[in-house]
């Protein structure tokens, strides 16, 4: 194990064992480079590893602390591996999305507050009135389509889902603009199923929600076979 190893291994334990907790000031770099039995050098490369990791936050003039520590950020480096693994299919990554969104739909449905839901309602009542105009507002459509899914994946009540959901989903947004572009009538299509979706959650109904989930993400799965090139899509999309 390198020196550096040992620093991360060393801060990550401390946090297990309750020495420091989220938003904590790590003690000074002498002192800490000591009680880790490293040098100062090898302390301040443990201490950015760290920081890529989200583990610390290194503020110049102020000090190194805790982050808060919460899953979507710890989860945020799984990306460039959902980025490898999905190269030339990014079929492969909508699917593990619909594994996910699936299971967070139908443990939601138990535990999504009312305000969560009303405020769901007005996302759709929004993306409607986008839907009905000429020329549509795709970014926001996009944006709003997020919010909904959002709302669903945080009422799991599983931080570690919502960060595997963020990781997954983030990189699904150019396949699904492309859709809301060049898909006629996909837009209606994806409001209809979000507002099945919600119909389902209203309902407190967990299978349902999990069915109508799944109904809508296997609609954006297929679409994708008409997916073109990245070259293409970025042109025609203009470059989003």
Known sequence: MSRTDEVVNGIKRMILEGTFKPGDRLPIEKDLAESLGVSRGSLREGMSALSILGIVNIRQGDGTYVTNLDAPQLLAPMGFVVDFQGQGDPRHIHTVRRLLECEAARLAATRITDEALAQAGELLDEAARIAGQSPQDHERIMEIDIAFHRIIAVHADNPVL???IEAFAGRTLRGRLWRSLHEEGADRRTHDEHAAILKALVARDPER???RMANHLIGVEESLY???????????????
Request: proline share 5%; net charge negative.
């Open 209 to 211: 929600a999990r069915i």
């Open 226 to 240: 008409g997916l073109p090139d990245d070259g293409d899509a970025n042109a025609e999309a203009g470059g989003s």
């Open 162 to 164: 919502v960060g595997l």
